[in-house]
């Protein structure tokens, strides 16, 4: 098995195929290359690859991710869309674990969210998770600001000083998703 990553723009139309296919969003499955790559602009994409080259698993890192606590902007790596092509095969764990010391090793403070069922997964990745804190996370929907979908943050990489501050979020002490202006 191979680790790969790709910019955006270095993935083929085929693996924009497969991915698509991978990630199964009704709404996106009828994306062209084009658009795939406008759209996710600010990603690259983490692979776990056989001895041919075929997907066993990928990952998304959104690079255009801010989080506003107690008025402070802090921007993150997000990690997000993991699927692997045969589920219980261990795909998803190997590429978590090359993952991990990808952005331990390059110092890229990277968080990722998940729904309450999807915990024993990271547990058995050993990825840290603060539990129940996402739905502390709210994000804009129209004029109104409503509470995450997601029920855990997921501790990639992230400062002690940053961890501290997600640790923090509450019903009391929100964060708040911002766009890039």
């Known amino acids: 098995m191979k680790y790969q ?10 693996e924009i195929e497969h991915i698509l296919q991978l990630w199964d969003i009704s ?12 759209f996710f602009k600010d990603s690259e994409f983490h692979f776990l690859l056989d001895k041919d ?23 993150f790596a997000e990690a997000v869309g993991l699927v692997a092509t045969h589920k219980k095969k261990g795909y998803g764990t190997a590429l978590v674990q090359h993952f991990r010391e990808y952005v331990t090793l390059n ?12 915990r024993p997964f990271y547990e058995k990745c050993s990825v840290e998770i603060l539990y129940d804190k996402a739905k502390a996370i709210k994000e804009s929907i129209g004029s109104e600001w ?17 961890k501290e ?7 009391q002490n929100n964060a708040y998703l911002m766009t890039k202006e």
């Open 5 to 14: 990553i790709k910019s955006t723009d270095a993935l083929t139309e085929k």
């Open 27 to 38: 709404f996106w499955n009828s994306m062209k290359a084009d658009y795939f790559r406008n």
């Open 53 to 75: 080259e075929n997907i066993l698993a990928v990952m998304r890192v959104n690079f255009d991710f801010i989080l506003e606590i107690s008025g402070e902007k802090l921007s």
């Open 107 to 118: 110092n890229i403070e990277t968080i990722g969210f998940c729904h309450q069922e999807l």
């Open 146 to 162: 409503v509470n995450s979908e997601d029920d855990d943050i997921l501790i990639f990489h992230v400062s002690e000083k940053r």
């Open 165 to 171: 501050l997600l640790n923090q979020l509450s019903a």
